[in-house]
């Protein structure tokens, strides 16, 4: 049977155990009706009976017993019924006492209250006590037993005993913990604080900043992370009279490492790459990968991104082929395993995209409603003029004129309508026109609404975007505007990511610097990059930009040193575009991708 029939047959239970011919009882359902529904759900558990059936397909693993719940409630019914519903709680003042409150049925003619320090044996004990009761005198942060007697005659009946810790002791909580969970989720827990107005859960992955969350709550699920990533978790307690220090350090990693690092994927072989080969993977604020040729023509990358897809999701992608001469006609085919069953299928062929001599292949993936979440495999095939092979290709002798190249994709669930990651704006003066770019957001579609206005205006020019960048003429928006975009899902328009540009955006000139004639290895960084130039070229100054505008770092150059070491270290994972200039006033932009 399922709920049609196990729900009727609960209510009736209930219903039944309800009408207990039990005074005591009844006189508790009057004074407290929430402790009643707790001690008829209490004997309900406690006579279950149990059924290997029911072992995994239910929480408790047992059936009704109404006869037995009706015993075990009469068994236990008297007719002096202990107080019910007993907590403490500090006053919210700067004492350390308590305030107590609980339940008496009409049948209690007097109440008592006991209490001692915890562990050791004797009571204090104060007589003739009502709700709501002050307990005044105690020490501060101090653990102790308290406990009610109700008397409806010469005999008491005890209350469960309640221990609790006076106010004036802001610690960390007992048993504080960390688990992942499916779909990019920890879930955090402790044992609450009587003396806690809120806790503050610290997190991060990486060297990314931390992540605060404050709540009342003493279980909290931090959502929207990074699948297969090691997460720092900290946690504070915030007291009336301040807080602690973030302590209690957790290391979580999330789940969803999936088949892209575990799984034995076709290898490829028989290419050749001595006169083409793959320079560049750019998937914008998800993946950026420049390279060189690698060993037999074939390079597993495994996980080197640095945000997120979501289902639903369109992204743009650039493909760059590099070559030892002037350059060939190439053609790419992209695969990603989006069920994750270690192949790539037909179905699977998510990109065909030729590239011009010179020039790069661009286009779009869409991620299936219906993928798998976790790390996926993606395939990049490169042949010379036409891909002539499926997603597993197999040759000798360098059969195939081209490269191939494995990747990660990370796809996490969509959470509400966030902003894009990053948003920058570069002018280019000779054109007059400022090109604003933002990361693909963790939402479906490729739909974003765009503002922008002067900082001292009230209103905006608003312009809906498909697509990752806008461009704006006759217009430098890097001169004291604000510019916004958000994510459009469902039609609609999300929370805006905000920045506010005072002449302190990437710039373009009329005249830049010859690209040939400086350098920026390695690329992505790990802890430093080599700025490097060669003459004619006079360098006097160089800038980082993060994604966001803001200039992060700025420095005057000696050009005789003909090289500068830039401490990437000490700058979080991500996108950056360096800026050097000359004595000329020639400048020229490289981004910069920090792991």
Known sequence: YGTSFATPAVTGAFGLLYSAPCAGFGRLLRSDPAAAARQLRDVVFATLRPLPTLRETTVTGGALDIGGAMGLLMVGCNECVPPTSFTAAPPGDASSDLILNWNTTNATTRTELRYRVSGETEWTVVTGVTSPYRLTGLPTCSEYDLQLAGYCGDTPALSPLLTVETPGCCRLPDEYRVSALAGGRIAAEWAPLLNAESYTLRYRTGEEDWTELTTTEFRVELTGLR????????????????????????????????????????????????????????????????????????????????????????????????????????????????????TFSDNELVLQQPAGRGESASGTITVPEDSSLGLTRMRVIMQFTTVRTGPCPAGSNQQYSGEVEDYCLDVTPARGCPPPPTLAAVYDEGADVTTISWGASATPGNSYRLRYRPVDAETYTESTVEGLTYAVEQLNLCSSYEVQVASRCDGESGDYRTVVFGDNCVSTRPESLPETAWSLSPNPAGDYTDLRWSAPLIPTYAAVYAADGRRVLEVSLDPAARAWRLRTARLPAGVYVLQLRDGAGRSGSRRLVVR
């Not at 290391?251 to 799984?263: E, F, P």
């Open 227 to 342: 699948n297969c990533r090691p997460y720092e978790v900290e946690l504070r307690t915030n007291c009336a009279g301040g807080a602690t220090r973030f302590q209690g350090r957790r290391v979580q990693k999330t789940l969803g490492c999936g088949v892209c690092l575990d799984a034995d994927y076709c290898l490829p072989t028989g290419f050749g790459n001595e006169q083409e080969w793959i320079a560049r993977l750019e998937i914008p604020g998800i993946l950026d990968v420049s390279s060189e040729r690698e060993v037999d023509g074939y390079r597993n990358f495994g996980d080197e991104t640095v945000a997120s897809m979501v289902p639903g999701g369109i992204y743009p992608v650039t493909l760059t082929p590099g070559y030892r001469g002037s350059g060939f006609t190439q053609d790419f085919h992209m695969y990603v395993d989006w069920n994750q069953d270690g």
